[in-house]
């Protein structure tokens, strides 16, 4: 065989085969970004959710804050509204005072804050020392009994229908996940609510005997709490 | 007979678009280093062919041995955790341009030497 033939030959064997693979890495490539992912290495692809969380997170906290406004203009009309009728203005107050119990307005008010976190291993169990969800659920049970008016852990505003549970390694709080430390505040009357969260043998000392850091409640003057955000409809039942 | 070559890229395109053939997400990246070494063989081999010394097993057995090569270095670094297709990477993508430029170079020379060969020949006739 004269060397062009051969030439010729190996050349087309050779770009027949590039041609299939140039195409099939097109067509693989086409079909990964329609489903929003790169195909150059997994660090693109998680550079890309990121990016998309990172979108999320903050579209969400711009409708957070548009709720916050909205739901101030609306006080603003009722309290407008209820112009000179003494009943009317009645009824406002009790509304106002519902809506604070309730949760779906920020409040500020006097008092207590306090932290709790995890302990530190010193060859205990493990299980012991991590702050549960239950560990959580108690002190704000604690707080609610003593007369709080609103209570938030993290910021997160907790309400009749909010769920304090166990996700794995982490604890949701309205479908929020928070990790220790835990800081929960509550506004009500501040030596009460201290008072009940400090006497003996009580809720702290049975968390500070169980291996958990909880800080000393912190009287509070003025403490800020943000409205609660999640939908408050009951959905499953009648 | 130049045509034979650019026949086969179209078919190959044809077979890798028409033919369902798909390979897993994860190793798409190791075909497009893949992809990239057999770009680099075949303007190589171009080259080679230019230049005359073009060897035909040398030729197929480097186009194979490179696309797979490439693909497994660039496995092997992703196992390790180093970026080793970026090596590839670099080290095809200068290969290719390289290459190109030499494979340019060589067709003017080509075209200069038949301009020559013309030009005597026609001065030959004349007389």
């Known amino acids: 065989m004269r060397t062009k033939t051969k030439l010729m030959l190996s050349l087309t064997t050779v770009s027949l085969v590039l041609g299939f693979m140039v195409s099939l890495g097109y067509r693989q490539n086409r079909v990964a970004s329609s489903l929003g992912v790169l195909v150059t290495g997994s660090s693109a692809v998680n550079k890309q959710l990121t990016q998309r969380l990172t979108a999320l997170k903050e579209s969400n906290q711009e409708a957070d804050q548009q709720l916050a406004a909205v739901t101030e203009e609306i006080n603003q009309f009722e309290e407008k509204s209820a112009g000179s009728s003494q009943a009317l203005k009645n009824l406002q107050t009790r509304l106002t005072a519902e809506r604070i119990l309730a949760g779906i307005t920020p409040v500020h008010g006097p008092g207590i804050s306090l932290t709790m976190t995890d302990g530190g291993s010193n060859g205990s169990d493990v299980e012991q020392i991590l702050t549960h969800d239950w560990n959580v659920r108690s002190v704000v049970n604690e707080l609610f009994t003593a007369g709080a008016e609103a209570v938030t852990i993290n910021d997160y505003r907790v309400v009749a229908t909010s769920a304090v549970e166990c996700q794995g390694p982490v604890v949701s709080v309205n479908g929020h996940r928070l990790g220790a430390p835990f800081q929960i505040e509550a506004i009500g009357d501040p030596t009460t609510l201290k008072s009940a969260l400090d006497i003996p043998g009580g809720i702290l000392d049975a968390l500070r005997q169980q291996g958990l850091q909880v800080s000393e409640p912190q009287i509070e003057t003025d403490i800020d709490m943000p409205a609660y955000t999640n939908a408050l409809e009951a959905t499953g039942t009648n | ?127």
Do not use: C, H
């Open chain 2, 1 to 127: 007979m130049i045509w034979l070559p650019v026949l086969g890229l179209v078919v190959g395109v044809a077979l890798g678009l028409v033919t369902n053939v798909t390979i897993p997400v994860a190793f798409s990246s190791y075909l497009s280093i893949a992809i990239l070494a057999a770009l680099d063989t075949v303007f190589g081999g171009i080259r080679a062919s230019l230049e005359k010394s073009f060897d035909s097993p040398v030729f197929l057995t480097g186009f194979f041995t490179n696309t797979l090569v490439a693909a497994l270095l660039a496995y092997i670094g992703n196992q390790l955790g180093v970026d080793l297709y970026l090596a590839a990477v670099v080290a095809f993508g200068v290969r290719l341009f390289q290459n190109i430029a030499a494979i340019r170079r060589n067709v003017f020379l080509l075209l200069r030497q038949r301009k020559i060969e013309r030009e005597v020949a026609a001065r030959q006739v004349q007389p």
